[in-house]
């Protein structure tokens, strides 16, 4: 396959009809823009952070209405209302058009979203463009669609353009962060590890000012101005659909600072945000409007249309103000349980004028959404109205060829991408599909269901999600795996923040871990399983070989912090490893695959020091004839380095081996299967085992 860079689209071409000239306007504009009044003054910096939070009659009003309506939504099975919603999308075919006729790097939806906003603002300062030099930070970006977007638009728009950029994220490398908030897809991310940061402890966590700050330096190392920040942060808020307003908004204060300190004079701010009824929404939109010469809110025709989000889009970053002065009252808010114990202003500085602005831009939004709501419950209750699924076809074909239209948008060649065309080959299998299932009423129920019907619930999503899929399990008995006489290996640390528990892993399909976690999670069921646990015995005659040695490793007690579980296991296993001889085999019981720091050490195991390795389905790994102690010089390496950071806190060795070495391959493939049937086969026993007690 290959791209066209001829213009070949032109509005004739599509279908267009007068009909829905309206509903197109409406649909492409969602947007208001703050008129700044010079009366308008930024308040003294003692007042910042002293007043308590505070509450607007008129927006808490509209708060509690849209509520009203999403909560009508409550018993509505997720799966089966996010079905019927994407059908009503008018924006639902734009993905699948712009893939059939433009066919971009890493086509998803906030690539759609970010091309609208760059079209719809001129978000590339002037600087820049007179430059021909854009530097940009992206805060928050996992997967990295935006960068691919950002680099589309730079390419048909900016043709001369030097670009450099630099990412941030929740790190899916780093085992202790949780999945729920994390998105774990690595695709992009895999081959640009050098430009994304995840701050000095590795986890990529934002709200943490050390890690702000190192993100910042960083960045405005790749030049003397960075142009462009965009951040794209959200928190899981599946639990409290009431309150994501409030659940988000100190992320968004962080991505606010940590934006402020990096953008130069000129720059350009974009960022994710949801309603805009709470004081610290409205305090930030009130410091921006200071800060920056224009500032738009706007909902892309691509951003789900029944949701909350929009982007706050802040242009020509001024330079009236010192933000060094201001730096130790934003710092002291950081990241704490202060941010949201106080205001950063009092309600008494902020100026009617502004507020009435804030009423009527919250007031727009909120209509928007609750009208769309209110159509598709009336259209799920009408399901058998045909001309009703009739007109919403013709509308999203008509919108789709609008978008591609509007925002002239073409192919670019493979050499102008990022990736220069290798992201449209790649298949990885996603381990980490974001889905929920249930109603929010079901799973409110289920904290409040006896031991039984929990238990009830956990073995029917075992039944529905993991033992009918076909793709996460070993079926022969020992998968087996050759060692590599061609390697060379270096050793590379990964230093960050000791992992205290193991919440997440690219080395297992997440819906197996999650149900695991959900079954330790219930203290009685923790009991249960560990005063019944039995070990499961080797089945030594499904080996071809004869088992030398065999290492037990104790089991995690959940009480320990888990690094000092891990490098304790670790000591463990090279004691044994050196007293082996020659043509030895090793049987290894209980060695946990789940963290990249054993599963590195796994990989020099295998493809170094072993004849063979044996991933058996049972939950054991086979290492199959010693080859050569000399071999064991790359273990000694990482003991000592362990040593090394071992009274240090807040530093632990999390890997001993780039990502790249690892996570692909057969090896890979291997390690996701062997965990994959060794957790799913857990929830099976623990499942049966509280079964039997209850």
């Known amino acids: 396959m290959f791209h066209k860079t001829e213009s070949m689209f032109s509005r004739q071409k599509f279908y267009r009809s007068d009909e829905f000239d309206d509903e197109l306007n409406d649909l492409f504009n969602k947007k208001y823009q703050f008129r700044f009044n010079s009366e308008w003054k930024m308040p003294a910096r003692e007042s910042w952070f002293s007043a308590p939070p505070w509450k607007v009659k008129a927006l808490e009003s509209l708060k509690t209405r849209l509520n009203f309506h999403k909560s009508q939504l409550n018993d509505f099975s997720i799966e089966e209302w996010s079905s019927h919603t994407r059908r009503r999308n008018p924006a639902g075919e734009v993905g699948w058009k712009v893939r059939c006729l433009i066919n971009p790097e890493f086509l998803t939806q906030a690539w759609t979203k970010f ?86 402890d590795s986890t990529g966590n934002l709200m943490d000012w050390e890690n702000s700050q190192a993100i910042v330096n960083k960045a405005k190392s790749l030049g003397k101005q960075v142009m462009l920040v965009t951040a794209d942060g959200s928190i899981d808020c599946l639990q409290k659909p009431d309150a994501q307003e409030e659940v988000t908004s100190p992320l968004h204060y962080c991505e606010i600072v940590t934006a ?126 045909i001309a009703l699924h009739r007109d919403m076809k013709k509308i999203r074909a008509i919108v789709a060829s609008e978008y ?85 290996l270096n050793i590379v640390f990964t230093y960050g923040l000791p992992l205290q528990k193991v ?74 490893l050196k007293q082996l001889e020659k043509g030895e085999t090793l049987l290894l019981k209980n060695f946990n695959t789940l963290t990249h720091f054993n599963v590195s050490t796994l990989y020099i195991l295998s493809k170094l020091c072993f004849e063979k390795t044996g991933f058996a389905s049972c939950g054991s790994i086979i290492l199959s004839n010693f080859q050569d102690k000399s071999l064991l010089n790359h273990l000694d390496i990482i003991d000592i380095e362990c040593d090394k950071v071992r009274c240090d806190k807040s530093k632990d060795v999390l890997n001993n081996l780039p990502v790249q070495v690892t996570n692909d391959g057969e090896f890979f493939n291997n390690i996701v299967f062997y965990n994959n049937t060794f957790y799913r086969n857990k929830c099976m026993e623990y499942l049966f085992t509280i079964e039997q007690s209850l």
């Open 404 to 488: 591609i239209w509007k925002y002239d948008l073409k192919p670019i060649e493979y050499e102008q991408e990022i990736l220069k065309g290798a992201l449209h080959e790649e298949n990885k299998i996603n381990t980490n599909p974001r889905y929920h299932r249930g109603s929010y009423t079901e799973r409110q129920l289920y904290s409040k269901m006896s031991l039984k019907e929990k238990l009830k619930n956990l073995n029917a999503f075992l039944q529905a999600e993991l033992l009918s899929n076909p793709l996460i399990l070993i079926n022969e008995p020992i998968r087996w795996m050759s060692k590599d006489d061609t390697l060379k």
């Open 260 to 385: 402020l300190q990096t953008l130069s004079p000129g720059g350009t701010l974009i960022f994710k945000l949801f309603t805009m009824f709470e004081h610290s929404t409205v305090n930030l939109l009130y410091l921006l409007n200071h800060l920056f010469k224009e500032v738009n809110i706007y909902k892309p025709v691509t951003s789900r249309q029944g949701n909350s989000e929009v982007y706050a889009i802040c242009l020509r970053y001024k330079d009236n103000i010192n933000l060094d002065e201001y730096i130790p009252i934003l710092k002291s808010t950081y990241g704490t349980e202060l941010y949201s114990k106080t205001s950063l202003f009092s309600l008494e500085v902020i100026p009617e004028s502004f507020l009435k602005q804030i009423e009527e831009c919250a007031y727009y939004f909120y209509s928007v959404q609750c009208h769309v709501i209110n159509n598709n419950l009336q259209a799920y209750l009408m399901q058998n109205n």
């Open 115 to 200: 091309y609208e906003c760059a079209c719809t603002y001129s978000i590339v300062p002037k600087e820049a463009s007179a430059a021909k030099k854009l530097v940009s930070l992206h805060l928050c970006e996992a997967p990295g669609a935006f960068i691919t977007s950002l680099n589309h638009y730079l390419k048909l728009n900016h043709r001369d353009m030097q670009w450099s950029w630099l990412a941030n994220t929740l790190n899916p490398y780093y085992e202790g962060n949780s999945p729920s908030n994390m998105i774990s897809d690595d695709r992009f991310m895999y081959h640009t590890l050098d430009s994304w940061h995840f701050g000095v």
């Open 503 to 576: 919440n997440s892993s690219k080395f297992i399909f997440v819906p197996i871990f999650k149900l695991y976690q959900q079954i330790l999670a219930e203290e009685e069921f923790k009991e249960i399983i560990l005063y019944k646990q039995s070990r499961g015995q080797v089945n030594v005659k499904d080996t071809d070989s004869e088992i030398s040695k065999v290492l037990l490793l104790p089991e995690y007690q959940y009480k320990d912090c888990y690094n000092v579980y891990e490098k304790s296991c670790f000591k463990t296993l090279l004691s044994l």
